[in-house]
């Protein structure tokens, strides 16, 4: 079969124009910047013949979008937080296939029941390493995101992963997995197929895979759906991406029996589903920055920065006697969860 690019994403994360489903699509938090862009983008496209210099009041604008920019986002919440790993611009698991895997070549199907496409594996290359990588999928429009039921992976999905996985191991060589789905489809037809068997042999599967693993959320973490694939020798997430048990809205459906803007900000905070949250708890070990204001105001460099970090990981990880790997691997893994109670 010959090299090629999943077909899932025609835009690539490259690109300097958004687009045409982005153009007008705004974070509600993010609305005191609406006015310095629409001024920002007058004075740029006036018409040059008037004899007029706006380049001294456009520079003098730049300058305090950037410092409301920083601002906003220093003091991003963990519900603001969930908005920016939802944005539709934001670079999805296809995108970064086309930024930075090389020669990619697609392996379809669970050779049981289907191809989910909520979830795309193939060999690549990153860098220099040879590897499989296993990536969520969303979608970029209505055709796409039905086709890839809107990133929420089937049993099929699951199974898919894990015997690419198994030949990744068998040529030996490590597996790369980029998470982003708001969790694993709870529908009738999924439960039937072994939903819940599916990760959960994922899961064992994966903690004695005998090549280093790397994983990242680079969007949404949610559930059961993001451990599928996520178990690993190394586990980050993007600066502005989630990972927790539950999303906000079903946290708070189930404790206060309403999902409202209210509980849902409650929720976010309670759930402590940052990437700072999760770093300080141990549950991952690095955060990959993201540029200012976002992946999705600069895909370019978000994908640079992701790529810098599965190569040096990678890099790190081949160092190590596949033995002592699996049982750090384990160490990794056990370490999770643990807690000391404190007599009162």
Same mark, same amino acid.
């Given at each position: ?68 920019? @920083?601002?906003?986002? &220093?003091?991003?919440? +963990?519900?603001?937080? %969930?908005?920016?790993?939802?944005? *539709? /611009?934001?670079?999805? =698991? ?69 015997? @690419?996985?198994?030949? &990744?191991?068998?040529? +030996?060589?490590?597996? %790369?997995?980029?998470?982003?789905? *708001? /969790?694993?489809?709870? =529908? ?157």
């Amino acid at each position: 079969m010959p090299p090629h690019t999943p077909p899932t994403t025609p835009t690539s994360p490259n690109s300097a124009a958004p687009s045409p489903s982005n153009v007008h699509y705004e974070l509600d938090f993010e609305r005191p910047l609406t006015a310095l862009e629409q001024q920002i983008a007058e004075l740029e496209n006036h018409d040059p013949t008037d004899g007029i210099d706006f380049t001294a009041e456009v520079r003098k604008l730049r300058q305090n979008h950037t410092r409301m920019l @920083k601002k906003i986002y &220093a003091g991003l919440n +963990g519900a603001n937080t %969930v908005k920016v790993a939802r944005h *539709p /611009g934001r670079p999805q =698991g296809a995108d970064y296939l086309r930024a930075f895997v090389k020669d990619f070549c697609e392996l379809h199907g669970d050779r049981t029941f289907g191809d989910d496409r909520a979830i795309l594996t193939g060999f690549g290359r990153i860098g220099p390493h040879k590897c499989m990588v296993i990536a969520n999928n969303k979608g970029k429009d209505v055709r796409e995101r039905l086709a890839a039921n809107f990133g929420m992976p089937h049993p099929e999905g699951y199974r898919k992963a894990l015997k @690419k996985m198994k030949l &990744a191991e068998k040529y +030996g060589l490590p597996v %790369v997995t980029l998470i982003d789905t *708001p /969790g694993a489809f709870p =529908g009738i037809g999924a439960e039937e197929r072994g939903q819940s068997e599916a990760i959960a042999v994922n899961l064992l599967e994966m903690s004695r895979l005998r090549v280093p693993i790397v994983a990242a959320v680079i969007g949404e973490g949610g559930s059961g759906g993001a451990l599928g694939i996520g178990v690993a020798d190394r586990f980050a997430m993007m600066q502005y991406a989630w990972y927790s048990v539950i999303s906000p809205e079903a946290c708070a459906g189930i404790v206060w029996k309403e999902a409202n803007p209210t509980n849902n900000v409650a929720a976010a905070e309670a759930l402590q589903l940052t990437a700072e949250s999760n770093l300080k708890y141990g549950t991952i070990d690095h955060i990959i920055d993201e540029p200012l204001g976002g992946a999705h105001r600069n895909p370019s460099a978000a994908s640079d920065s992701l790529e810098k970090w599965i190569i040096q990981t990678l890099r790190d990880l081949k160092r190590f006697k596949i033995d002592n790997l699996l049982k750090k691997r384990d160490e990794r893994l056990r370490r999770q969860g643990s807690y000391i109670e404190v007599p009162v």
